[in-house]
């Protein structure tokens, strides 16, 4: 999957010459938490909710609200905002996306093509991606178990399952506790948690977790 099929198109964005409180306070309306900005049709920053609150002055100052408001005034989105952006484009692997995000310890990417931003990749977009890949909305027996690391096992483990009826509502794999072993999570339906208990058992190397969900 690509970062095209799962970014935001319809992008909020500001301007860099904005108050900070009127940057605040659309993002606050529109339920958003980073934004691009654009000046004459080109991206020359981005800037988060977090970077706005940290410009505004802490609530035991000792300014009265007048000279709080008119210090706010004067401070504007490219006085706070990231200038050096992380991007990625539309045909960005989505694992590669997510790399990024949590190598750099971000929240979001723009999606650029050439030099206009296209769309926005999100946290809460891969977390809804992974809630997918998972099935946490599917009923199902969810399994969580060991195997050996070696060519052959998934192949029979899932040969084995669909052969007594059963299909795959989600599977992931993950690194096992040692370089011997992969741990496996998926969701089945069409047998029941016995059957899978039964059938996976000659073929796994430990199980961790078995229960039915509806």
Do not use: C
């Not at 999570?185 to 961790?208: A, C, N, S």
């Amino acid at each position: 999957m690509l970062v095209g099929a799962r970014m935001s198109r319809s992008i909020i964005t500001i301007p860099p010459d904005m108050p900070v409180v009127d940057a605040l306070n659309l993002m606050k309306r529109e339920h958003i938490r980073r934004t691009p900005v654009i000046k004459e049709g080109k991206m020359v920053g981005i800037v988060s909710d977090k970077d706005l609150l940290y410009a505004s002055p802490s609530p035991v100052t000792s300014l009265s609200v007048w000279e709080i408001n008119y210090l706010l005034s004067k401070i504007t989105v490219k006085d706070v905002m990231t200038s050096q952006v992380i991007t990625v484009t539309e045909d960005t692997p989505i694992e590669e996306a997510a790399r990024i995000m949590a190598d750099n310890k971000i929240g979001g990417l723009p999606v650029m093509h050439g030099e206009h931003v296209v769309g926005i990749i999100t946290e809460t977009d891969l977390f809804k991606l992974f809630l997918e890949l998972m099935g946490a909305r599917e009923a199902g027996v969810r399994v969580t178990a060991y195997i050996h690391e070696k060519p052959g096992q998934i192949a029979k483990l899932s040969g084995a399952i669909a052969n007594q009826g059963g299909n795959f509502v989600a599977f992931g794999q993950f690194a096992g506790d040692d370089p011997s072993s992969r741990l496996l999570t998926f969701k089945v339906d069409g047998v029941t948690e016995q059957q899978v208990r039964q059938i996976i058992e000659p073929i796994i190397r430990e199980l961790v977790d078995i229960r039915t969900l509806k």
